[in-house]
């Protein structure tokens, strides 16, 4: 099965950075998704950011230009770096990856983290 941890998570002012780690038990670069979603209380999970097994890369538009996803390869892990962060960030960010080409909401993701608290004050 895969395993998914996250990490970095924490609370920091608006305007700083914050980068989250996603250590998988598979080689990433076997999965055709990788994404980052977040969830507030109250609220649907949101796709923030995934990169395909070709390195393309997808940003939702709240996020575009502060955010950047990446991934390496030898150490199996995903990257999210998160700067000029906005109170509007604040959520609990999980980690997903699907082995397969899919529509890339979250209910099609087969495996997940169990979530990283990022809080913006």
């Known amino acids: 099965d895969v395993q998914l941890v996250e990490s970095g998570g924490g609370s920091v002012q608006a305007g700083g950075s914050l980068r989250l780690s996603c250590e998988a038990s598979v080689a990433v670069g076997s999965m055709f998704y990788m994404g980052w979603f977040r969830q507030v209380p109250g609220k649907e999970r949101e796709g923030v950011a995934m990169?395909?097994?070709?390195?393309?890369?997808n940003y939702a538009a709240a996020v575009k230009g502060r955010y950047t996803i990446s991934k390496d390869t030898a150490k199996n892990t995903l990257f999210l770096q998160m700067n000029s962060l906005k109170p509007d960030d604040t959520a609990m960010y999980y980690c997903a990856c699907a082995p397969n080409q899919i529509t890339r909401i979250p209910t099609n993701f087969p495996y997940w983290g169990q979530g990283t608290q990022v809080t913006v004050s």
């Open positions: 990169i395909d097994r070709d390195g393309i890369r």
